[in-house]
């Protein structure tokens, strides 16, 4: 096994599933629209206005990534491309089995997988939008409720999660209502970083240990979200104190900027750009497996990178407005 696949395996139970890079994005969602949201007045806020943005904010690249994993699921079964048919060598690649059904694209569609309907096809990381768009539709009345009294907010969102873990896996409103917290801890370190709750930024930064919650299995699922969410809110707290403190150290990072404008596309459609490729190099090779050597990934890497930015730039950049 070479160095880069061992690193690879070692480091698979954190970022399991993709759910550690899901929670950072649920924490990092909640802070920016609650940074942006709470600057105005509460008789300001319209929500009508605000899912209507928050619509056209999701739908251009999440359509454009329904075409592409329709295509390419299909064009992996007609190939007969090993994940496709889950017998390739390799259990992560065999776990996407495509469902390609007009009730599972509606479903998709409206957001109510992955429970009411599985996640389209070999796009498993739709799953996390339909987290994220019920979190949007709470978030107006949170966001009266904060207005009134931020305890009173805290204890309505403590209550829904309370509910959620209780009920168990039994359906999309449970689970949604359990992982409310983590998207409503970034709402509220919105709050932190504005001043209205008296709390410095420099004394968060040891909550970042709580990231090692994401390794321990024995932990209620819904719980080491949670924590793995207050984790991450120490991160940010470190990188706002670097920032404050020594801001020529974050200036490499401004040459990245094309990176995260494009995050979101690149989130819808890397997925089943990857597995198909990924079968492509299964099917090339005499035994069946992908070449350890770097070019591969290397390359398939550029692939995804620029393909997203072209799609970026088509259907997602038109509906973003610059603030």
């Known amino acids: 096994m070479s160095p880069l696949s061992a690193l690879a395996h070692r480091l698979l139970p954190f970022f399991e599933r993709g759910h550690a890079a899901v929670i950072f994005f649920f924490v990092l969602s909640g802070f920016v629209i609650h940074l942006n949201s709470s600057r105005r007045p509460v008789d300001q806020f319209h929500t009508r206005s605000f899912l209507f943005r928050r619509a056209r904010r999701l739908y251009p690249p999440l359509l454009l990534a329904v075409a592409l994993t329709v295509f390419l699921d299909h064009l992996g079964l007609g190939l007969g491309l090993a994940p496709y048919y889950g017998v390739s060598h390799y259990e992560h690649l065999n776990s996407f089995r495509p469902d390609l059904s007009v009730i599972t694209v509606t479903g998709n569609l409206v957001f109510l997988m992955p429970y009411c309907v599985p996640v389209l096809g070999t796009n498993g990381p739709l799953w996390s ?46 689970h949604v209502l359990a992982l409310l917290p983590v998207w409503w801890l970034g709402a509220m370190y919105a709050n932190v970083f504005l001043g209205r709750i008296p709390v410095k930024l420099a004394r968060l930064w040891p909550m970042s240990a709580l990231l090692l919650a994401g390794i321990m299995p024995s932990i209620q699922e819904d719980v080491r979200a949670a924590l793995m969410g207050c984790g991450y809110l120490g991160v940010l707290s470190v990188i706002f104190a670097i920032q ?23 989130y819808v459609l890397h997925m089943p750009m990857l597995i198909f490729m990924s079968g492509l190099l299964i099917r090339w090779d005499p035994e069946g497996r992908l070449p350890e050597r770097p070019w591969a990934m290397l390359g398939g890497l550029a692939i995804i990178l620029c393909t997203s930015y072209i799609a970026h730039l088509a259907v997602e950049r038109p509906f973003v407005r610059r603030r």
């Open 129 to 174: 939008l339909a987290y994220e768009w019920w979190f949007y539709a709470a978030y107006p009345l949170l966001f009266r409720l904060c207005g009134r009294s931020m305890g009173l907010a805290a204890l309505a969102v403590t209550a829904a999660a309370a509910i959620g873990i209780v009920s168990g896996p039994q359906g999309q409103i449970a």
């Open 244 to 266: 404050a403190r020594w801001p020529r150290a974050m200036k490499p990072f401004e040459s990245l900027g094309w990176l995260g404008d494009m995050s979101y596309t690149l």
